[in-house]
């Protein structure tokens, strides 16, 4: 966990992440130790068609908020174009 945290907090993915085209929903854990939400917040500024949103969980979003997330997801990928890129999506929780 230490060298993951470690490995977090020195790595750069801003090249790749900037060259990313597809559609993307990008989801952040208010409560994320793992990987801060300023760090999900920059890499949907770096990916032009993305889209975000964030839940009141930790990194483990799938096990911590997983109807809000499976529901994000559905509409997401049931048609990705119907959010504008560059949206933050507001969350179903508070």
Do not use: K
């Not at 490995?7 to 952040?28: C, F, H, K, Q």
């Not at 009141?56 to 994000?72: D, F, K, T, Y």
């Amino acid at each position: 966990m230490r060298q993951q945290m470690e490995l977090n907090a020195r790595i750069d993915t801003t090249e790749e992440a900037g060259s990313i085209t597809a559609p993307t929903l990008i989801v952040a854990g208010r409560d994320d130790l793992m990987v801060p939400r300023h760090h999900s917040q920059e890499l949907f500024g770096l990916i032009e068609n993305s889209r975000y949103t964030e839940f009141q969980s930790g990194h483990m979003v799938v096990l911590e908020r997983p109807a809000e997330l499976i529901h994000a997801a559905e509409i997401f990928f049931d048609d990705p174009e119907a959010v504008p890129a560059g949206t933050e999506i507001p969350a179903t929780n508070s």
